[in-house]
């Protein structure tokens, strides 16, 4: 019995401290109504009605396989293919969970700002092979195509790749390292090629600020939901006009 009641205090301070905590930022958010970020914005899959509120200051969605869907209560969103998260676990792709989110958001009442090309983490040009034979599974979908963009890849071969498939995100993934040297370049490439250039995993206030000065033109995160101070921070980084700092690259 008194396992059980222990549980139980526990499980009710949880549900407590996550309801105070969407209360707080209800407030926070009220401060920003009627203002949008600097840079179009997406948060992995926030539960629904964090989703609601971040929808009211136009912040949208990164929906994974792994995450609940409420594509309606979004803003907007995108879909991401999952496999960082396979990565990072040691393990393979899996393409039919990926698979079965497609589906679900085409019978959505909004629909996906784009999707991302399942790829290979840091794996350069045997990435780009593996994302070239996923466009013929994909090209009937109706969805705009993004091409995560990995360790070891060129701009001649990213250029032919675009061109070839139709892509119309530059999704800079990749290593943490690799990723932020070489932003600002795939911002160049995106803009000269007429499509756009998000930049994936920004994690905190900093890397906002340094993707925004790269010219990103969207990002997202999933590093801040639940971490209040970080997520006021956060916050303040998409809405604030960027500092005057030389040394974020």
Not at 40 to 60: H, S, V, W
Not at 69 to 79: G, Q, V
Not at 108 to 129: H, M, Q, T, W, Y
Request: charged fraction near 30%; charge should be positive.
């Amino acid at each position: 019995m008194g396992d059980l009641y222990l549980f139980e205090m526990e499980e009710f301070n949880r549900k407590r401290e996550k309801a105070s905590f969407i209360e707080r930022i209800k407030l926070l958010i009220k401060t920003y109504q009627g203002k949008r970020p600097k840079v179009k914005t997406y948060f992995g899959a926030p539960q629904k009605a964090l989703g609601e509120l971040l929808a009211e200051i136009g912040i949208g969605a990164c929906v994974s396989p792994s995450t609940k869907k409420h594509f309606d209560s979004y803003a907007f969103y995108f879909l991401d293919n999952g496999a960082f998260g396979y990565w990072i676990k040691g393990k393979e792709f899996n393409p039919t969970p990926f698979l079965n989110l497609v589906e679900k958001s085409l019978r959505a009442n909004k629909k996906a700002d784009f999707l991302v090309l399942p790829d290979l983490i840091g794996r350069g040009k045997e990435s780009l092979e593996f994302s070239s034979k996923w466009t013929e599974e994909l090209k009937g979908v109706g969805i705009p195509f993004a091409l995560a963009l990995q360790d070891g890849m060129e701009e001649v071969e990213v250029e032919e790749f675009v061109i070839a498939y139709g892509v119309r995100v530059l999704f800079v993934g990749g290593t943490t390292p690799w990723k932020w040297r070489t932003a600002p370049r795939w911002v160049k490439l995106a803009e000269r090629l007429g499509i756009e250039c998000h930049i994936g995993r920004v994690p905190s206030a900093k890397r906002v600020y340094q993707a925004r000065m790269a010219g990103a033109h969207s990002i997202d995160t999933t590093a801040v939901l639940w971490e209040e101070s970080k997520f006021r921070n956060y916050i303040r980084a998409l809405f604030k006009e960027l500092p005057v700092q030389e040394s974020l690259f």
